[in-house]
């Protein structure tokens, strides 16, 4: 069954002289329980509004968005969203940043806790459970972000280039931890979670996900391509990238999204003219 | 982030030992040139004299009745004040459409000089505390209601989206996010709240009263006892450094999360 489907969606936003901006014309796309799909496409290509619409923090201007077979109406409660900056709440220590999700649901405090530490062990950061996000470094935070996530209950998680901000050599850690969560090397993710995973880095996509899915340069953004992404897993991520099955899917996809990349270039030209 | 070079950021003693000199060295300019007859002691009376007057207010006792009216009046008014401005604060913050009906109206009443207001409050609340409350509580309402207003709509929307996705409700989404979000506003202007609350009172009292430090210069003023005034103006201005620093540690207390 697909965990998330998109039939035909639009989203149109007005823009500040009272013209119409179309973000997404016409989006297809479904996403089968358990998998892991990339969507990639050119900077301001309209992928963080094709999450948000999946999230159910927009809603479209016309098309379906289907949530588990039902259409989605108002937020997706079969979903958590890690964003790309950072959305821990400052005033709350890290532990109850991770246990806020179950606290919100109703667990009581102590039970909530007992797991929100048990999780911060599995992301390494058990010693840093009184501290306060100001107090952590950027991947760090990415990590309790991750646990905040992944502790509830909810089959998808969506994700808007969570690792943008960070150096490559954290985002690459984030990536290798990331995906241990959700090949389920754990006794809690027995079922893995549908990941729909925002990035503008090809590269990371491939690394990361089952299928990658490329967008159109916006605006009027559309899926252009649809890529399976035929790797073994388990992923190590070190070695993968060297890998001449990755670097000849590299090749073949990036020939899609090159295109892309291109005619945004242009048309960010073409305003700046 | 970037620790802050500790060569840069001086000492809290050597601070403190400044501060200390530069208060002596100007209390010593002032005696001097006193002493030597370029400044009349009618018009500025000398710290020597002042100082003595305070020393006797303490010792007699008469300075603690007055000290504590004008304490009660500004603490009432910082209470009266902050519940009004924050409740009000967050209800327009919540209500678009009351805050443009409202926007004009409270331009212009924070634009009416609180002094204007200080013989009509002693006309509606007579000669006792309330009026000198309800003078500080003018002045301290729309220091916490713009904080309010201003830390609910300035709540990171980011926060916001991510809380409702991890399943707040409406209510869950003003506890955990909107109110914590004003609340850093609201005590990082408690300072400034906190001294408009002194100044509302002590004008207060200084235009109408029978107690309060306000009234005991305003007194001295009527006799031309420049001496009292002066000690007047150091006794509140030692209590506003003093509470202050009480606040300051307060502040650092509630915002602790914010390094």
Redesign the interface.
């Known amino acids: 069954m697909n965990a998330l489907e998109l039939d035909g969606v639009s989203r149109d936003f007005g823009t500040p002289d009272r013209r119409v901006y179309r973000a997404l014309d016409g989006v297809s796309l479904a996403v089968p329980s358990g998998a892991f799909v990339a969507i990639v496409g050119p900077s301001g290509c309209g992928k963080s509004t094709l999450l948000n619409v999946a999230?159910g923090?927009l809603s479209p201007s016309s098309g379906v968005v289907r949530v588990a077979g039902e259409p989605l109406d108002g937020?997706?409660?079969h979903?958590?969203?890690m964003?790309q900056?950072?959305?821990l709440?400052?005033?709350?220590?890290v532990r109850d940043n991770v246990a806020?999700?179950l606290i919100?649901?109703g667990v009581r405090r102590a039970a909530a806790h007992a797991r929100a530490d048990a999780w911060l062990t599995r992301v390494g950061l058990a010693n840093f459970a009184a501290h306060?996000?100001?107090?952590l470094s950027g991947g760090m935070r990415k990590r309790v972000a991750m646990a905040?996530n992944w502790m509830?209950d909810r089959g998808m998680v969506l994700m808007d280039e969570p690792f943008s901000a960070l150096d490559i050599h954290t985002r690459q850690r984030m990536e290798t931890e990331l995906l241990s969560l959700w090949e389920g090397r754990s006794p809690e993710s027995l079922d893995r979670k549908t990941v729909v995973f925002v990035t503008h880095d090809l590269e990371e996509a491939i690394a990361l996900a089952d299928e990658v899915v490329i967008l159109s340069a916006g605006p009027a953004a559309r899926v252009v391509a649809q890529h399976h992404v035929a790797l073994d897993r388990p992923r190590d991520l070190m070695e993968l990238r060297t890998a001449s099955a990755f670097v000849d899917l590299y090749r073949t996809i990036w020939a899609v999204l090159r295109e892309e990349v291109i005619k945004s270039h242009r048309a960010a030209e073409g305003r700046r003219a | 982030?970037p620790e802050p070079d500790p060569s840069a950021t001086p000492s809290g003693a050597i601070v403190l030992a400044s501060q200390l000199a530069l208060g002596i060295a100007l209390l010593a300019l002032w005696q001097t040139l006193v002493s030597v007859q370029v400044l009349d002691p009618f018009f500025v009376s000398r710290p020597s004299d002042i100082g003595a007057r305070i020393v006797r207010w303490i010792t007699s006792g008469t300075l603690w009745g007055h000290l504590a009216v004008t304490l009660e009046e500004s603490l009432l008014g910082l209470v009266a004040g902050a519940a009004l401005g924050v409740s009000l604060g967050f209800l327009l913050a919540r209500s678009p459409f009351l805050a443009q009906v409202l926007d004009p109206y409270i331009k212009m009443l924070n634009a009416v000089p609180r002094v204007v207001l200080a013989p009509l409050f002693l006309l509606w609340f007579g000669l006792g505390i309330w009026s000198k409350v309800a003078l500080a509580v003018t002045l301290v309402f729309f220091v916490m209601f713009f904080n309010t207003y201003q830390g609910v709509r300035d709540a990171d929307p980011?926060?916001i989206?991510?809380?409702?996705?991890?399943?707040?409700?409406e209510r869950?989404l003003v506890r955990?996010?909107l109110v914590?979000s004003a609340l850093?506003w609201i005590f990082s202007s408690l300072q400034t709240s906190l001294g408009f609350a002194m100044v509302g009172a002590v004008v207060g009292e200084y235009l109408g009263a029978t107690r309060g430090l306000g009234y005991v210069i305003s007194q001295a003023e009527g006799t031309f006892d420049t001496t009292g005034v002066f000690a007047g103006m150091t006794v509140l201005g030692i209590v506003v450094v003093i509470v202050s620093a009480g606040v300051t540690r307060l502040e650092r207390w509630l915002l602790?999360?914010?390094?």
Do not use: E, S
């Open positions: 999230a923090l937020l997706n409660r979903a958590t969203y964003f900056q950072d959305a709440l400052p005033w709350k220590t806020l999700g919100l649901g306060y996000p100001a107090q905040q509830l | 982030m980011v926060l989206d991510n809380v409702r996705m991890l399943g707040a409700t869950q955990h996010v914590p850093t602790h999360w914010k390094q």
